[in-house]
């Protein structure tokens, strides 16, 4: 699965919308939608904190497991 794909699937887990996530994660609105839109990638602290995000919200294993492999893959 990629990037785009797993956050669209963790933000359709919570029923939450793109605002609600990116406030969530403490990063504006565009970032979001541009991660969602394959316009950018995540920096290294923002992917721990969405892995934790994910993780304190119970998000499935599988799901975060996605999430892991896909930031394998992106550069560091």
Known sequence: MRLD???KE???EL?????QF???LNVSFTTLNRWENSRSVPSRLAKLRI???CRSKNIPKDI???LECVYAQLPK
Do not use: F, G, H, P
């Open 15 to 19: 029923n939450i919308s793109q605002e």
């Open 10 to 12: 963790v933000r359709k």
């Open 5 to 7: 794909e797993t956050l």
């Open 64 to 66: 975060i497991a996605a």
């Open 51 to 53: 892995l934790d995000y």
């Open 22 to 24: 990116a406030r969530e």
